[in-house]
């Protein structure tokens, strides 16, 4: 799928392995994304956000979500959502209808970039797997799993195709399919203007189907996009939502208070720990709570675990991005080089898309480009260490396999995340129904949809936490969320 | 000396995802052979009140909508201290209490379930013999007002 790329020894290589080791790749990833996909089909729909998304999309004509009045347009998947919901099918079918909606992304995501990396060495299909894992393991997906809400899993794989199409030797539709693929993922989320940010970074490293057309038309586009929005939306809320600074979390009002008059700094504070949550874990949502938790003397497996791979990783990828930009300066742009530079600029719409309030989920569309550098990073390390005396060869060859298990560990953290949301939608349901009924009294509709998503909220089927023996507790989850 | 080393670094990469790649199937195939281990859920309770001491809200649930019986209807009960071991007819909210499970208690409320100042149903005064704040927070916040009138006296037994 790539065209060329620099090898050990600087040559070239070239497809020839007949896709046995992309084969073994995703032979090793499959169980993994399986089971978050098999988790996510059996998830109920939680009362809290789906049941009001829910009526929104029944009360409103389909078209009325283009009018971009609100603080939170998302006109392409509240247009899916509302076709789904009011299709003349079983309640069963539109709720499945609604997971696959979720579930088909990430699936998508996980095929699209195993095919963009495209394994042809044992090296590389184990880079390509470690790589995967840092994609499934990272926050930035792990809190966009939650169903219904796929706006940024939709977004992340329309991200990687629309690099995957900038970095192939060019076609006449290229700039037609990039722009489509750009409108898409701004229709289901503002994060989709990361997508501009690849496109300037493709366009600036001279990638094969990059042009300064293309750079620009959507460069105009994403500036008519920000425009429309204030245009129709002048006054936003200086905090939308609460934010996180430090050790602890600030509500929306003490935020107004405190910071309202100049909250600039504030809003810096939040765009760097988007950043930061996807270099290094922490924080999250603003708030520093595993470096909080391993002060307090509370920190669990899990928390080290998430610090040091994301620390490790982040480390491995600024000496190879070192590497890379040195020989780009040199030889010209390689695939490599261009990553490096996809992934910082993409990191920076993150950060300034998320200027307002910090979340995980708003680095999302910078995960697929932290794994595809990790992908890069792993391949070449694992072949510099091959040229280390006897000793040093050991030595880091073991921290490179420590730093892939430590990612893996994450890997199947997220499938246990994934299953701990499911259990908490299912006690939501139990616990908040009658509330819910008296609380929305006075909207029909709501109580509707309420009654009708009662029998899939409240199914003993639902997936469970696994109770992990005491020893390994709190390795791949917090302990607290395992069955008493 | 490079090839090998290469071909040795690749397969010890690989090791890991295949590890987890095992455990996942291990574990996702052990949920299907065998879901009521303790690693993947409970043992199946045939009764609200095993329900209720197993903290299966869930379960508890369904067999509240199964049974379509009323959630203040008494269930038997024993508990080493608070029946002195022996059986004894409770509500299920107050059963809820003595496990201290805020979420059952919530299901419990929200499917009807009221608190009566006489033995057995006084699920706010079990709460404060237990110097139980939390739980007697969640009644509170959960249901319907808590009845002004006093507790009852509790057996010396007891």
């Known amino acids: 799928m790539r065209a060329t790329t620099r090898h050990l020894n600087g040559g070239r290589e070239r497809g020839g392995d007949r896709g046995w080791w992309l084969i073994v790749a995703v032979v090793v990833v499959a169980p993994v994304l399986g089971a978050i996909a098999a988790i996510l089909w059996r998830t109920p729909l939680p009362v809290s956000e789906a049941v009001a998304l829910l009526e929104d999309v029944t009360r409103k004509p389909r078209l009325a979500f283009l009018v971009p009045d609100t603080a939170y347009y998302r006109p392409f998947f509240h247009i899916v959502l509302s076709t789904i919901w009011n299709a003349d099918v079983s309640i069963e079918a539109r709720v499945a209808a609604i997971r696959v909606l979720q579930i088909a992304p990430v699936v998508a995501l996980a095929g699209l970039f195993l095919l963009h990396v495209r394994p042809r060495t044992l090296v590389d299909a184990a880079a390509a797997a470690g790589a995967t894992a840092v994609l499934l393991g990272s926050p930035g997906l792990r809190d966009n799993l939650e169903i219904p809400l796929s706006y940024t899993t939709v977004g992340m794989p329309l991200a990687l195709a629309a690099w995957h199409l900038l970095v192939s030797p060019p076609r006449r539709w290229h700039t037609a399919a990039v722009v489509a693929l750009t409108v898409a993922a701004v229709g289901f989320k503002e994060q989709g203007l990361a997508i501009v940010a690849l496109v300037v970074a493709a366009w600036v490293t001279r990638a094969p189907s990059a042009t300064r057309t293309q750079a620009v038309i959507l460069v105009v586009l994403a500036l008519a996009y920000v425009a429309l929005r204030f245009a129709w939306h002048p006054r936003m809320a200086t905090f939308e939502q609460a934010i996180g600074l430090g050790f602890r979390e600030v509500s929306t009002s003490e935020a107004t208070a405190r910071f309202g008059t100049f909250p600039y700094l504030v809003y810096a504070y939040s765009g760097l720990a988007t950043i930061g949550n996807v270099l290094f874990s922490e924080p999250s949502a603003g708030v520093f709570s595993i470096v909080r938790a391993i002060g307090d003397g509370t920190a669990e497996w899990w928390q080290y675990i998430h610090l040091a791979a994301s620390i490790g990783l982040t480390t491995l990828l600024a000496w190879w991005a070192t590497g890379e930009l040195v020989h780009a300066r040199r030889s010209g742009w390689t695939d490599e080089a261009r990553t490096v530079v996809a992934l910082v600029l993409v990191l920076a719409a993150c950060g300034a898309l998320s200027f307002n309030y910090s979340r995980d989920r708003l680095g999302g569309m910078a995960v697929p480009f932290y794994a595809l550098a990790a992908f890069h990073a792993l391949r070449a390390a694992a072949r510099r260490v091959t040229e280390l005396p006897r000793w040093r060869f050991e030595a880091a060859a073991a921290g490179l396999v420590l730093l892939a298990s430590l990612w893996h560990i994450r890997a199947v953290g997220t499938v246990e995340a994934v299953r701990v949301t499911a259990a908490r939608n299912q006690m939501e349901w139990l616990t908040s129904l009658a509330q819910r009924t008296r609380d929305f009294a006075d909207r029909p509709v709501y109580l509707s949809i309420l009654d009708s998503l009662r029998a899939q909220g409240t199914a003993e089927s639902a997936p469970l936490p696994t109770n992990y023996p005491r020893p390994i507790m709190g390795v791949f989850s917090p302990a607290n969320v395992q069955a008493p | ?158």
């Open chain 2, 1 to 158: 000396m490079t090839a090998a080393r290469v071909r040795s670094v690749g397969g010890w990469l690989l090791v890991p995802g295949v590890l987890a790649a095992g455990l996942v199937l291990a574990l996702e195939g052990g949920r299907v052979a065998r879901p009521r281990s303790p690693w993947f859920g409970r043992p199946k309770a045939f009764t609200l009140g095993d329900a209720i001491a197993q903290h299966d809200v869930a379960r508890a649930y369904a067999l509240l909508r199964e049974t379509r019986r009323h959630p203040d209807e008494l269930i038997v009960v024993s508990h080493p201290t608070l029946t002195a071991g022996v059986g004894r007819f409770v509500s299920p909210l107050w059963w809820a209490v003595a496990m201290r499970d805020e979420h059952a208690i919530l299901m419990l409320l929200g499917a009807g379930a009221t608190i009566q100042h006489v033995d057995g149903r006084d699920a706010d005064c079990l709460a404060e013999r237990l110097h139980d704040p939390v739980m007697l927070a969640v009644l509170r916040r959960g249901g319907p007002a808590l009845p002004d009138d006093p507790c009852p006296t509790v057996p010396a037994a007891r």
